[in-house]
C-alpha cells in the first residue's frame, strides 16, 4: 500500500470514529510518526483536525454527514418534548443544529454558542434568537469562553438540549477541550430540565480527555435504547 493508497483508508477510518495515533498505527503496520505525518496532511487539506492526545476531531461538516437518519430521529424526539413559548438552551453541534431546524416555525427564545444552530434559526420570524458571546471554535463551529458561561448565570431556562462527542455513564459528556466541557457544564445547569442528544455511536465512546459530570437529573435522547 502507497502513501497516497494509505491515507485515503486513514481518512475513512477517522470518519468512521477512529481516532488515536497509536491503534491507528498498529491497524496500518506502520509507526505512529507515518501516521502524524498522514494526519498532518489530511489536516492541511481541511479533512481532520487533530488535538493534543492523539485523537483526530472532525470538523462540523464531517460529522454531519454520518449517521444522518438516525441525528434526524433524534432531533425530531427532542422537538416534541419543546412546548411554544419556552425559553431553551442549544449547545454546538450536528444533531443540536438539526433540532434549531425543527425549532425554526415554533414561537420560542432559544439560546445558543453553536453556528449550526444559528444558521438554521438566523431567518425564523417567529424565533428570539440569543447568541452567547466569546470566541468562535473551528471546527466544531462553537463560540466559547468566559463571557458565554457569564451569560448563562443569568439565564434560567426550561430545557437544555447538550449535544457529545462521546457518552459515558461514569464521567459524563465528553469533549475534545476543557472550554468546552467547563461551558457545557454551566449550561447542564442552566435549565430546569436536561436532555443529552447522542446517537448510538456516542454511547460508551471516549474520544478525549475533558469531561462534564452530568451530575443532575438528566434524559438521553437517543436512537437506540441506553443499556
Not at 481518512?11 to 488515536?20: C, Q, S, Y
Request: hydrophobic share 40%.
Amino acid at each position: 500500500m502507497n502513501a497516497r493508497e494509505r491515507r485515503t483508508k486513514l481518512l475513512h477510518e477517522v470518519r468512521g470514529g477512529a481516532g488515536h495515533i497509536n491503534e491507528l498505527a498498529d491497524q496500518f503496520q506502520v509507526s505512529p510518526s507515518t501516521i502524524r505525518r498522514d494526519l498532518t496532511m489530511l489536516e492541511r487539506d481541511g479533512h481532520v483536525v487533530r488535538t493534543y492526545g492523539g485523537a483526530v476531531e472532525r470538523s462540523v461538516r464531517e460529522k454531519d454527514t454520518r449517521n444522518v437518519t438516525e441525528k434526524d430521529e433524534i432531533a425530531l424526539k427532542a422537538a416534541e418534548l419543546v412546548e411554544d413559548g419556552e425559553l431553551i438552551v442549544l449547545d454546538a453541534g450536528t444533531t443540536t443544529g438539526r433540532l434549531a431546524a425543527h425549532l425554526s416555525h415554533r414561537t420560542l427564545t432559544v439560546v445558543t454558542n453553536g453556528l449550526t444552530a444559528i444558521t438554521a434559526l438566523a431567518e425564523s420570524a417567529t424565533v428570539d434568537l440569543i447568541v452567547l458571546g466569546g470566541r468562535l471554535r473551528q471546527p466544531n463551529a462553537s463560540i466559547l469562553g468566559a463571557p458565554a458561561v457569564e451569560q448563562l448565570r443569568h439565564i434560567g431556562a426550561d430545557r437544555v438540549f447538550l449535544g457529545a462527542d462521546g457518552l459515558s455513564p461514569e464521567r459524563g459528556l465528553c469533549s475534545p477541550s476543557l472550554e468546552q466541557a467547563h461551558l457545557k457544564y454551566a449550561m447542564l445547569h442552566s435549565a430546569r430540565h436536561a436532555y443529552v442528544l447522542a446517537d448510538h455511536s456516542k454511547l460508551g465512546h471516549e474520544p478525549f480527555s475533558y469531561w462534564t459530570p452530568l451530575d443532575r437529573p438528566h434524559t438521553v435522547v437517543t436512537d437506540s435504547p441506553v443499556h
